[in-house]
Nanobody, 115 residues
Framework: QVQLVESGGGLVQPGGSLRLSCVAS????????MGWYRQAPGKERELVAR???????TYADSAKGRFTISRDNAGRKVYLQMNSLKSEDTAVYYC?????????WGKGTLVTVSS
């Protein structure tokens, strides 16, 4: 059973930075895609960024130039470095993994950008 556990959310002032982490357990061998999505109050869940085990990363327009997604060498951890945070980045951030036709989600970590 694949499980995803996020960490690193919290309260940060506008212009600040946060680093989210997600660790995957279970069988994820072979090609997979890990990513971060977010859901703000009253809005639909949306892609922030994703990174395949091999290949290029993808960023939402709102994340380009401010956020950086990365993975560790073992491929079980994915990070989201968020800089220049804005109030509109406030949301629950979810870790996502796609592997062999299945999709898995973490429980989410809350990021609040406020002064």
């Amino acid at each position: 059973q694949v499980q995803l556990v996020e960490s690193g959310g919290g309260l940060v002032q506008p212009g600040g930075s946060l680093r989210l982490s997600c660790v995957a357990s279970g069988n994820i061998f072979g090609f997979n895609v890990m990513g971060w999505y977010r859901q703000a109050p009253g809005k639909e869940r949306e892609l922030v960024a994703r990174i395949p085990s091999t290949g290029s990363t993808t960023y939402a327009d709102s994340a380009k130039g401010r956020f950086t997604i990365s993975r560790d060498n073992a491929g079980r951890k994915v990070y989201l470095q968020m800089n220049s945070l804005k109030s509109e980045d406030t949301a629950v951030y979810y870790c996502n993994l796609r592997h062999i036709g299945r999709e898995y989600w973490g429980k989410g970590t809350l990021v609040t950008v406020s002064s």
